[in-house]
């Protein structure tokens, strides 16, 4: 009984490694410019940056319904665990790359694999986790995600101290060893198994993809949380892939020190909000059914004044402090997606309903990066962070009005 009701939260506890490499891996590459462009001269263009991160994120958000729909129908720890080796491996591979190309298509790569994970994570733990603690657990899970945003900010440290070949190799080789360890501990949900017996039977009808999807689309509360997920993700993706870019340009600083700053301060900041709102959404759902979507609001209230003084401050406790109060509020925000998920779709599909969810979200994430790489040589940074502020009101606004969920978690 006692390994029955700590297994739950041992899940997060795995997880939240897989969450920390998963942002790790990816982040590294936007503290790592400087380093890299003395050996591939293209990466001196913030055009061709913005290329190198926009591809990873037009890959992972085409990619992101399929792995939902997959880890809806098959069992998730071993979809997680060959996600985490492949991504780990191209992440080592990284380290031998000598052409913009190479890193091109290695960085696609990337969006493959790691758009496998979020989906089947996020869904392992909502089965895992009703109820009382389903926001906490999402929420601390989210902390890993940060906390690797924050460590990927030291790939310039490392390259620095080392070289940035030396950075890719050491983070490939951790995330190949923590597989294995996820072979060992991480166990699917039996309930989820039953399901995939099921749809392995054969019961078109219930388990098509085209059922899914005719389920999902018909659903009007799901494209309203479509939009409430995309809009806060340009700011999101904004931050992850410009940010120190952005610390560095308004308080005059290298980025050795630029990228470990912004990224700490968002990872500490959104370690706070998530954990709150986590506590926050699953006491407030106790006493009033909205209590989940007025917790993400909350949160998205706070991100629009953080962006406009992200975007026009010039001194370090302006920009620090918009910073921090951006992350607590997006972390606030985030602590509570699946669990609002969870009040309007079936479990059955609530995978493949968050991969399509990742991918607007991603979508727009690619977008904004490459329209900030052409504003950023044209030294408009500050001044796009701030109108993404505006996109972000209409979200909230759509987000109090149409979201009343009856239930909290939608069989």
């Known amino acids: 009984m006692t390994i029955k009701k700590f297994y739950p939260w041992a899940v997060v506890g795995l997880l939240w490694g897989v969450a920390l490499l998963n942002y ?41 319904p399929v792995a939902g729909l997959v880890a809806d129908r098959i069992n998730r720890k071993w979809l997680i665990v060959g996600s985490l080796f492949v991504w780990s491996a191209v992440t080592y591979g ?9 890193v091109y298509w290695l960085r696609a790569l990337m969006g493959i ?12 733990i909502a089965d895992w986790h009703e109820g009382k603690s389903r926001s906490l657990a999402i929420g601390i899970h989210m902390t890993g995600l940060y906390t690797g945003q924050a460590l990927g900010g030291f790939g310039a440290t490392v390259a620095a101290a080392y070289s940035w070949h030396t950075a890719f190799h050491w983070f490939g080789i951790i995330g190949i060893a923590y597989a294995i ?66 610390f560095a340009e308004n308080l005059n600083l290298d980025m050795s020190s630029a990228g470990p700053l912004s990224t700490i301060t968002i990872a500490v900041s959104s370690f706070i909000g998530v ?44 920009v620090v402090g918009a910073g921090l109060l951006f992350g607590i509020g997006y972390g606030i925000f985030d602590a509570n997606n ?6 309007f779709v ?14 607007t979200g991603v979508f727009a994430g690619a977008a904004v990066t490459s329209l900030l790489g052409k504003w950023t040589d044209g030294g408009n940074l500050g001044t796009g962070f701030a109108w993404l502020s505006v996109v972000v009101l209409v979200a909230l606004g759509l987000q109090l009005y149409f979201l009343r969920p009856k239930t909290d978690n939608m069989q």
């Open 24 to 64: 790790m891996d990816r982040q590294m590459l936007s503290t790592m410019k400087e380093a890299m462009q003395i050996d591939i001269r293209e990466l001196q263009s913030a055009v061709n940056f913005g290329r190198l991160m926009a591809i990873f994120l037009w890959i992972y958000g085409f990619m992101s």
């Open 94 to 102: 990284m380290g031998y790359a000598t052409t913009f190309n190479q």
């Open 113 to 124: 694999s790691e758009a496998l994970y979020i989906p089947a994570g996020l869904s392992l």
């Open 181 to 246: 360890i996820l072979i060992l501990f991480l166990h699917e949900n039996k309930e989820h198994i039953e399901i995939e017996k099921v749809s392995l039977k054969g019961s078109p009808e219930k388990n098509s993809i085209g059922k899914s999807f005719s389920l999902l689309f018909s659903n009007i509360a799901f494209w309203v949380i479509l939009f409430y997920f995309a809009a806060p993700s340009l700011p999101g993706w904004a931050t992850k892939n410009w940010l120190p870019t952005l």
């Open 275 to 318: 954990i709150c709102g986590g506590i926050l959404s699953d006491r407030w759902v106790q006493k009033n059914i909205r209590g989940r979507v007025y917790t993400g609001a909350i949160g998205l209230g706070m991100t629009v004044p953080a962006l406009m003084l992200l975007g026009f401050s010039h001194h370090i406790t302006g």
């Open 338 to 343: 699946m669990p609002i998920l969870c009040q």
């Open 346 to 359: 079936s479990a059955k599909n609530r995978a493949a309903a968050y991969g399509i969810m990742n991918m």
